[in-house]
């Protein structure tokens, strides 16, 4: 969509470069920015010549994926023999359902920052326990666990002039053992409930329900849990929503259901 406000376009290249003047706001990939009409938007700062590398190594089997790297790039991360939550990166891609130019195109942290409760990045950074390495205006930054970073359907934390620079995910994490489901009401359709599971290291187990509830919702257990706790848990979150693509009391019903299918995955050995 040609955005008819915007009348200037600058690459960012430094952190200088980062500060807003009125009306300016920043883009990477653009695939929701060029959706629609932004009335209020004169400009736009362009992230992805900072340069930052995609995705990158950490101390103890970490992992930083970049505000600016393209979608398809977690799809194609390299075998590594303590990653065993790496399946978990193509399975929530695959959530997204976008065209292979979408993927191509369209970023993790913009994913995260539109903060639909559908993003697939937030169900993947949110199910690992990600971190947000905030950039802030003064020149510092701070940190937020992604499922504290999204507060509802499409808002989040971020204030104004705040860039999300990456997401940290802690080496304890991508060794866990993971599981993933997803449905919607049509075969191509936006998701209606996306669950997560893992088993970490120490035998605790963690559950995430998004896209069927208006923010993430983290499920916590020293060990796997029993179906009827997990069952329990699941139905008396909070969050659950009624939109055109489904009503809150079947996203709530399939939540369940999708959290137990997970729950005897990881039982029984999980993922590999």
Same mark, same amino acid.
């Given at each position: 969509m040609d955005l008819n406000t915007v009348t200037g376009y600058r690459y960012a290249h430094t952190r200088d470069d980062l500060a807003l003047a009125p009306g300016e706001r920043f883009v990477a990939g653009g695939t929701w920015m060029f959706s629609e009409p932004q009335v209020a938007t004169t400009g736009l700062v362009d992230l992805t010549t900072m340069e930052w590398p995609a995705t990158e190594e950490l101390?103890?089997?970490?992992?930083?994926?970049? /505000?600016?790297?393209?979608?398809?790039?977690?799809?194609? %991360?390299?075998? $590594?023999?303590?990653?065993r939550a790496r399946p978990l990166f193509a399975q929530c891609a695959n959530a997204l359902l976008a065209s #292979?130019?979408?993927?191509n195109v369209?970023?993790?942290?913009?994913?995260?920052?539109?903060? #639909?409760? *559908? /993003?697939?990045?937030?169900?993947? &950074?949110?199910?690992?326990?990600?971190?947000? %390495?905030?950039? &802030?205006?003064?020149?510092?930054?701070?940190r937020i666990p992604v499922p504290e970073l999204i507060t509802g359907n499409g808002t989040n934390t971020l204030r104004q002039g705040e860039i999300l620079r990456?997401?940290?995910?802690?080496? $304890?994490?991508?060794?866990?053992?993971?599981?993933?489901?997803?449905i919607a009401l049509a075969e191509l359709g936006r998701s209606g409930a996306v669950i997560t599971g893992r088993i970490d290291d120490d035998g605790s187990a963690v559950f995430g329900i998004t896209a069927a509830t208006a923010r993430p919702i983290m499920l916590r257990y020293s060990a796997c849990p029993e179906p009827q706790t997990l069952r329990a848990d699941? +139905? /008396? /979150?909070?969050? @659950? @929503?009624?939109?055109?693509?489904? *009503?809150?009391?079947?996203?709530? *019903?399939?939540?369940?259901? +999708?959290? =137990?299918?997970?729950?005897? =995955? %990881? *039982?029984?050995?999980?993922?590999?």
């Open positions: 101390p103890g089997d970490g992992l930083r994926i970049a /505000a600016t790297c393209p979608i398809v790039e977690i799809t194609r %991360l390299p075998a $590594h023999p303590a990653w #292979f130019k979408i993927w369209a970023t993790v942290g913009g994913n995260i920052c539109r903060s #639909f409760a *559908a /993003a697939s990045m937030v169900s993947l &950074t949110a199910g690992l326990d990600g971190v947000a %390495l905030i950039w &802030t205006p003064d020149g510092g930054e701070r990456a997401v940290d995910i802690p080496g $304890h994490m991508m060794r866990a053992r993971t599981g993933f489901r997803k699941v +139905l /008396a /979150a909070d969050g @659950y @929503y009624t939109d055109p693509l489904g *009503a809150a009391d079947w996203r709530r *019903a399939v939540s369940a259901t +999708l959290a =137990e299918e997970i729950r005897i =995955e %990881l *039982a029984d050995g999980g993922s590999p």
